[in-house]
């Protein structure tokens, strides 16, 4: 159940960045893929960032405002949303517990990068356990 459910959502966040006025086409730089693909592939927890990264590309969220839009544990989004900031991939305003996440200009830039992270958890998701 849980498969299928991602599956279709990786489906649905592909449809989005295809749809998303965020940024132009542009050639991305070797390094901002490796970065993405690492990071969103490559590692546990890679498509529970993708998720945040979905959600705050909708809006500014806070930390305890993802784990409930999400479902999951507040320490888990703090954990996720540190590794996201350290990679330049989402800037906070504010500090402490009402601390807002945004996605970083860096992000934005390269949004269509993500793409190719998608069509690569998707295809590990069809044959080998992600850890979500």
């Known amino acids: 159940m849980i498969e299928s459910m991602s599956i279709s959502q990786l489906m649905e966040f592909r449809q989005v960045l295809r749809s998303s ?6 050639k991305i730089d ?12 490559s590692t546990r927890g890679g498509f529970t960032r993708l998720r945040i990264v979905m959600m705050l590309l909708k809006q500014p969220l ?3 405002q993802l784990s409930q839009e999400l479902d999951l544990d507040y320490k888990a989004v703090q954990h996720h949303m540190r590794v996201l900031e350290k990679n330049n991939l989402v800037s906070k305003i504010g500090e402490k517990y009402g601390a807002m996440y ?6 934005e830039i390269n949004i269509r990068a993500l ?3 998608i069509e690569k958890l998707e295809r ?5 356990k992600v850890y979500i």
């Open 21 to 26: 006025e965020l940024s132009p086409e542009r």
């Open 102 to 107: 945004h996605l970083s200009n860096f992000l």
């Open 115 to 117: 793409d190719d992270a």
């Open 124 to 128: 590990q998701m069809t044959f080998k």
């Open 62 to 64: 806070n930390t305890h």
């Open 30 to 41: 070797r390094q901002t893929k490796k970065l993405l693909m690492y990071l969103f592939t």
